[in-house]
């Protein structure tokens, strides 16, 4: 909260309860007065730490000691339902071979790769020049979507719904406090 202003990518709302505790707005629809600050763990724990929250929401708001595992919780059960929506609608895809095919055919906008998979499998795809390469999930995690005990490649179709895990990702990237090309990469370069 340093009063800056700018745009929301990359960013978390909080609002505070009808209690009075913070609550984090994953979704960014919940009524009141919210503060943004940037979604890493370290900025949001010094905000709880240093009462930044009841300052910005201009009232007694407390904030859970937890609230950064909290928020991370919240991050990877919104994405992994995205991932699921993805694939319902038929625009997802796991395993080595259909993850391969949708990358060939230039029709993936996002690829997931387990943090826990062989970096080997990953080279083994081949090319992905213009594809948002994610690495923040293990295997388990990245099966759940696909109703699979483990996954370890899996893709998203160009489109709302990639734009859309992709941002989740990179706001996730912050609380899982990974950096570099672990976590997401795109066409030669490294965010984090």
């Known amino acids: 909260m340093t009063g800056q202003s700018g745009e ?45 929250f009841a300052r910005g929401l201009k009232t007694r708001a407390l904030a859970n000691a937890a609230i950064a595992d909290e928020i991370e919780a919240l991050l990877v059960r919104r994405v992994l339902e995205l991932i699921g929506l993805a694939r319902r609608a038929g625009e ?63 893709a998203l179709a160009r489109g709302r719904l990639a734009e859309s895990v992709e941002r989740e990702c990179r706001r996730l990237a912050g609380f899982r406090g990974q950096t570099g090309d672990v976590v997401v990469t795109m066409e030669g370069r490294s965010d984090g």
């Open 8 to 52: 929301r990518e990359g960013l978390m709302r909080f609002v505070a309860g009808p209690d009075g505790r913070v609550v984090p707005d994953i979704a960014e629809r919940l009524p009141g007065r919210g503060v943004w600050l940037t979604a890493r763990r370290d900025i949001v724990e010094t905000a709880m730490r240093k009462g930044a």
């Open 92 to 154: 997802a895809v796991t395993g080595y071979e259909k993850t391969r095919a949708m990358l060939t055919a230039g029709r993936a906008g996002l690829l997931l790769h387990a943090r826990d998979g062989s970096m080997d499998g990953l080279a083994k795809l081949g090319r992905t020049d213009g594809v948002t390469v994610v690495r923040l999930f293990d295997g388990d995690e990245l099966g759940r979507p696909y109703g699979r005990d483990r996954a370890v490649h899996a």
